[in-house]
């Protein structure tokens, strides 16, 4: 099979990529052939590239020039031994890139500057604190007519995902096993980019619920995950009084986020935060329809397990009424003799950790 066939990305996924990057590289010539690369910030919007830029600049003078744009996103180093016992050549990054191609053009009407501006705007600065970016406004006019601002529709999209699609089955178990057994920051994320990207991959043993459904260690890797985890917490009594967003912003913070998914939407979520010394539980709900079935217990055994939690001498959580499910998993009940909290606390030592 060829290569494209295994690490092509769709134009979709191409696009998402070059668009969500911070910094994308751009490379073109001048007029007299001298090569341009620089690293710019940018927008992507109506099939084309944005820059903006000083009037003066180098950037100015390639306006008519042929130009790639590019953005990758590194998702984990796999270390030789994570595929094959014995050969080392095998070492290889696991990575999503995207090289958008065509020609730059000179933007110069103003009122079309101050819209593409406004995307800018929008992109890196979507908290606002600014007067409205307006063509005809006294603060941005004069300052408008002198920047510089270049679009490069794309001619040609070429976007790959280089996440294991040509390993067998078998090597990307071992592949996941190992970057679970790592446990460096980004390996539970890049698990579940691998298993996105292989859905014929076995489910690594870690994963496995009886109850027919995987779990997944690291939510937030589809869009959605944030917004339907929130709704599952919705009317917790532990959370009263708390905004949404602070509860998506704690579920963003948290070093550990696992859950579980039926069809897509997120129907199991609980969350750690740990020092390495000390985990604190949040948040454990599994949807009304799922539970009794294990699916509670399975999510606690993969927190436990979690690279963030698993090193931890003590986890501690709060509960008011589901004690015995933490009790069956070695919690005790310690709120007899530290009384912090309204409901009881519960601690989980693990000596020599
Ligand atoms: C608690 C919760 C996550 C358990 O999920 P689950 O998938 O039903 O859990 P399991 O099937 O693995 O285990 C169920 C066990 O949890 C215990 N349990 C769950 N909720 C309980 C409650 N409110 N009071 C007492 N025990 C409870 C029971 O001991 C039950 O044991 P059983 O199987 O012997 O009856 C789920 O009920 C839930 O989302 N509840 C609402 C949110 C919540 O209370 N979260 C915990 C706060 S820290």
């Not at 489910?203 to 985890?229: E, K, N, R, Y």
Request: neutral net charge; charged residues 25%.
């Amino acid at each position: 099979m060829r290569k494209e066939a295994f690490f092509g990305m769709s134009r979709e996924d191409s696009l998402d990529l070059l668009a969500d990057a911070r910094v994308v590289h751009l490379a073109t010539t001048t007029p007299v052939r001298q090569p341009v690369l620089r690293a710019s910030n940018a927008v992507v919007m109506e099939g084309a590239v944005f820059f903006h830029g000083s009037g003066a600049g180098e950037k100015g003078t390639t306006v008519g020039m042929p130009a790639v744009v590019s953005a990758e996103e590194v998702v984990a180093e796999i270390p030789s031994f994570m595929i094959d016992a014995r050969r080392a050549c095998v070492a290889t990054t696991l990575y999503r890139s995207v090289q958008a191609h065509g020609h730059l053009e000179q933007v110069k009407d103003r009122a079309e500057k101050a819209r593409i501006l406004r995307a800018f705007m929008a992109k890196y600065q979507p908290e606002g604190g600014f007067e409205p970016l307006e063509a005809e406004s006294p603060l941005y006019g004069a300052a408008l007519d002198e920047m510089l601002v270049l679009r490069m529709p794309i001619e040609h999209l070429d976007g790959k995902a280089k996440l294991g699609q040509n390993r067998e089955p078998e090597e990307l178990a071992r592949m996941m096993e190992k970057l679970w057994e790592r446990g460096l920051p980004g390996d539970p994320r890049a698990i579940e980019v691998i298993r996105s990207a292989n859905p014929g991959a076995p489910v690594p043993a870690f994963l496995d619920w009886a109850g027919g459904l995987p779990l997944t260690c690291a939510l937030g890797t589809a869009p959605a995950d944030l917004a339907q985890a929130v709704k599952l917490l919705e009317g917790e009594y532990w959370l009263a009084g708390l905004r949404p967003e602070s509860i998506a912003r704690a579920h963003e913070l948290s070093q550990a986020w696992v859950g579980a998914r039926d069809d897509g939407l997120v129907i199991a979520s609980a969350r750690a935060v740990s020092d390495g010394k000390t985990a604190w539980i949040y948040d454990v709900v599994v949807d009304r329809p799922w539970r009794g079935r294990g699916l509670g217990t399975a999510l606690m055994r993969l927190l436990l397990d979690h690279p963030a939690v698993r090193s931890a001498a003590a986890v501690r959580l709060a509960t008011k009424d589901a004690q015995p499910l933490y009790a069956r998993l070695g919690f005790k009940d310690v709120s007899a003799w530290k009384r912090t909290f309204a409901s009881s606390e519960m601690v989980l030592e693990r000596a020599g950790r």
